[in-house]
């Protein structure tokens, strides 16, 4: 069973930069794709940015495109997301989740989530 655990969210002001964490169990990570995903009160779960198993593509929303960065050290077992130029629209819950397949911006198509890290950007 993979567990995934996602850190590094916070309060910040706009125009300023958090970086995410998500670290996952187990000893397959490397042949998972990762996703990040955010969702905001009251409104559906959106993707955000993915990356494939060794690293070497990724893929990015375009409301975040140009801003925010994703990358991945295997032998850490973990995924990063590097935001910069945060906007009060980003706010949102983060959430983290893999699949064992190529990445994906869909939702739906991933196996195993995190519980999520609170992002909220004051204007």
């Known amino acids: 069973q993979v567990q995934l655990v996602e850190s590094g969210g916070g309060l910040v002001q706009a125009g300023a930069s958090l970086r995410l964490s998500c670290a996952a169990s187990g000893r397959t990570f490397d042949l998972c794709a990762v996703g990040w995903f955010r969702q905001a009160p009251g409104k559906e779960r959106d993707f955000v940015a993915a990356?494939?198993?060794?690293?070497?593509?990724?893929n990015y929303a375009a409301n975040v495109k140009g801003r925010f960065t994703i990358s991945r050290d295997n032998a850490k077992n973990t995924v990063y997301l590097q935001m910069n130029s945060l906007k009060p629209e980003d706010t949102a819950v983060y959430y983290c989740?893999?699949?064992?397949?190529?990445?994906?911006?869909?939702?739906?198509?991933?196996?195993?989530w995190g519980q999520g890290t609170q992002v909220t950007v004051s204007s």
């Open positions: 989740a893999l699949r064992y397949a190529d990445y994906s911006d869909t939702a739906g198509q991933y196996n195993y």
């Open positions: 990356i494939s198993r060794s690293g070497a593509t990724t």
